[in-house]
């Protein structure tokens, strides 16, 4: 998509001191769904921040405080056909994986009900916070449909198969407490503490070496490999940190006993 911050009209993209830039879907009165434009201007936003090398990490949230984003636009559903269904599970997908793939941190702020592709929106996220109100599930099967992006596969690898398989099954929704009880969310907040616990948590995390965080993140993003062929990936990221810059001042600063200063090489 070919756009400037002005042009959005369904996502707000800003950008603070901290490096921090705020990706928010603006359609609260629709719940802040998902349609075809929103997905184009989330990709558009995580483009955007993964090449400014003023931005450290990002924050997906949603308008309001009642909806995250409550799944895909169900108008859409109505033309769909087996060959326009996997076009358009293939699109989504390829949206939300952009975001797993991120090498700066992406941290989901869930300010309310996040259902259907609104889940698959956080899990496609590296960590979340929820606010104490905020509800989850996966309850396409309520439709006649499965999850279609992302959620038969990240789900289980942050649940575990069997709770996963319940949630899809039986469409159920489950609170922020349970969400953190089952570990498909970090922490839950108040919200009116949201965004600031979750600014907080990616400012902790974007202090350390930023070619450090981007090789653990492509790590864990593959920790689903064979434990020999993981481990193997692991030896060569570590070989590649101990060729950094960072990692030399990390190591000077801790032996000097001073607060390292991380270029990002």
């Known amino acids: 998509m070919s756009t400037e911050t002005t042009a959005l009209q369904t996502v707000r993209y800003e950008v603070d001191s901290d490096g921090i830039a705020l990706v928010t879907i603006n359609r609260p009165d629709k719940h802040n769904a998902l349609n075809r434009q929103v997905l184009a201007e989330l990709d558009w936003c995580m483009r955007q921040a993964r090449q400014d ?3 450290k990490g990002v924050i997906i949230t949603g308008a309001g ?36 793939e991120m090498p700066k941190p992406v941290v989901a702020a869930v300010n309310g009900y996040a259902l259907g592709g609104g889940c698959e929106l956080a899990i496609a996220c590296h960590l979340r916070v929820a606010a104490d109100h905020a509800v989850f599930g996966q309850p396409e099967v309520n439709l006649g449909l499965i999850p279609g ?8 690898r942050l649940v575990g198969r069997g709770l996963a398989t319940e949630l ?6 489950i609170s922020a407490r349970r969400a953190f009880e089952i570990g498909l969310v970090n922490r839950v907040v108040p919200i009116e503490h949201l965004l600031e ?14 070619v450090a965080v981007a090789l653990a993140l492509e790590a864990l993003r593959q ?36 607060k390292p200063s991380f270029k990002g090489r």
């Open 168 to 173: 899809i099954l039986t469409g159920e929704r």
């Open 65 to 100: 405080e009642k909806s995250f984003c409550a799944g895909a636009d169900i108008q859409q559903f109505k033309e769909l056909d087996a060959y326009s269904g996997h076009r358009f599970a293939l699109y989504g997908q390829a949206v939300f994986n952009r975001i797993e």
């Open 149 to 156: 992006y992302g959620g038969t596969q990240r789900l289980p």
């Open 197 to 210: 616990a979750t600014r907080e948590l990616l400012r902790k995390i974007t202090a350390k070496a930023p």
């Open 223 to 258: 920790s689903d490999l064979p434990l020999r062929q993981g481990l193997r990936l692991e030896a060569a990221l570590f070989g590649q940190a101990c060729g950094t810059e960072d990692f030399q001042e990390g190591v000077d600063a801790f032996l000097n006993r001073r």
């Open 53 to 55: 090398e003023a931005v």
